[in-house]
């Protein structure tokens, strides 16, 4: 995890869900170009502490902190606790998800009420907390799924309604932005 550049020297960073897969090697890459950072970790402590020694090994800054992205109140305080540990928060990455692959007719409404709440509720609770501490220049990083546009195999319907949602979200949210000069972009397609 060597240095590419400083060109996040200075900025503050938040992961949801930065523990593993996509989000470990979002926070790696962001604490290479120079950047402090907390993510978030739902179950794996281990998992989490690892990545913030890992990073703070290569002269870095990290925090882990448990927040469920389901739990709306977890994601504030986390988002929070990132701005009070670091004194500002320029970059959100919307990471945190779940999928539970199954056909529409064998979902339970348990598991697509967790869907909506950790991959839809939960990106905007954070977003929503975090616009208050973003100033101009400020990123909002929505991870999205290709299959949230197009769907080529069955069993997924409630996760790729989740994934269509981060979509739009980011676009809708792009539109209100765009004039205080926080740019949420597009949402990652993966």
Do not use: W
């Amino acid at each position: 995890m060597s240095k590419n550049n400083d060109r996040l020297a200075g900025k503050v960073a938040l992961v949801t869900g930065g523990a593993r897969g996509i989000g470990a090697a979002i926070a790696k890459r962001l604490a290479s170009d120079g950047a402090n950072e907390a993510i978030t970790y739902s179950k794996n402590e281990q998992a989490a502490a690892a990545l913030v020694k890992a990073i703070e090994s290569e002269g870095g800054k990290a925090l882990a902190i448990r927040a469920d992205a389901a739990d709306a109140d977890a994601v504030k305080n986390a988002v929070e606790k990132t701005f009070k540990t670091f004194g500002r928060l320029d970059v959100l990455v919307n990471n945190a998800g779940t999928a539970i692959p199954a056909t529409v007719e064998e979902t339970k409404l348990e598991d697509f009420d967790r869907l909506f709440a950790v991959n839809v509720r939960g990106m905007f609770v954070a977003t929503q907390a975090a616009l208050k501490h973003l100033k101009a220049g400020g990123r909002i990083i929505n991870i999205g799924s290709c299959i949230g546009e197009s769907i080529g195999f069955g069993g997924m319907a409630p996760y790729c309604a989740t994934k269509g949602a981060v979509k739009m979200f980011t676009q809708g949210l792009a539109r209100e932005l765009g004039a205080r000069g926080v740019n949420p972009g597009r949402s990652i397609r993966i």
